[in-house]
C-alpha cells in the first residue's frame, strides 16, 4: 500500500528510476532524477487498473 511519502519503484535501474506515492485520493508518479520537474497524477481507480495490468502481464513484450 502507498503512503504519502514517495517509494522508489523495485525495479529502478540506474537509466530508469521512478517514484510513487498515495496523495489526496489519487497517486503521482515522478523521475526520481529529476524530482523538480513536472509528476503524473492518476486516479487511484487507474493505478490500480494499472497496477493490475502489469501483474497479469499485459504489458510483457
Not at 523521475?31 to 495490468?53: I, P, Q, T, Y
Amino acid at each position: 500500500m502507498l503512503t504519502e511519502q514517495w517509494h522508489t519503484s523495485t525495479r529502478s535501474n540506474d537509466t530508469n528510476c521512478v517514484e510513487v506515492r498515495a496523495r489526496r485520493g489519487q497517486v503521482e508518479v515522478r523521475d526520481s532524477k529529476d524530482r523538480d520537474h513536472d509528476m503524473l497524477v492518476f486516479s487511484a481507480n487507474a493505478w490500480e487498473s494499472f497496477v493490475d495490468g502489469v501483474k497479469a502481464g499485459e504489458f510483457d513484450s
